[in-house]
């Protein structure tokens, strides 16, 4: 399975990005982060059916996950960008179909894309 992350950039603070991921097959899907000199931290995820979703409580409000099954890409809009969120974001999926916070429950990773937001 491979995964190609995109959309990343250099935004202003408040500013706005999309994130996209393709990936094809039956999987959980998610996005994760890192930041320099920091652990990778989940952000968001969505289920297979993409009913159902899950969210770190820091960004709630802020940015949203979806899936387009047709062009097996996965989203995250990102709004309101802070200096804080500066970050490698990658893209992960699960053969749990089911959304989970756990980058233990992914399988595979997509190379990063880099979300730089300026003060």
């Known amino acids: 399975v491979q995964l190609q992350a995109y959309g990343g950039g250099l935004v202003q603070a408040g500013g706005s990005l999309r994130l996209s991921c393709a990936a094809s097959g039956r999987f959980g899907m998610a996005w994760f982060r890192q930041a320099p000199g920091k652990q990778r931290e989940f952000v968001s995820a969505i289920s297979w059916s993409g009913g159902s979703t899950r969210y770190a409580d820091s960004l709630k409000g802020r940015f949203t996950i979806s899936r387009d099954k047709a062009k097996n890409t996965v989203y995250l809009q990102m709004n309101s960008l802070k200096p804080e969120d500066t970050a490698v974001y990658y893209c992960?999926?699960?053969?749990?179909?089911?959304?989970?916070?756990?980058?233990?429950?992914?399988?595979?990773w997509g190379q990063g894309t880099l979300v730089t937001v300026s003060s």
């Open positions: 992960a999926a699960s053969r749990r179909t089911s959304p989970t916070t756990s980058s233990n429950d992914y399988n595979y």
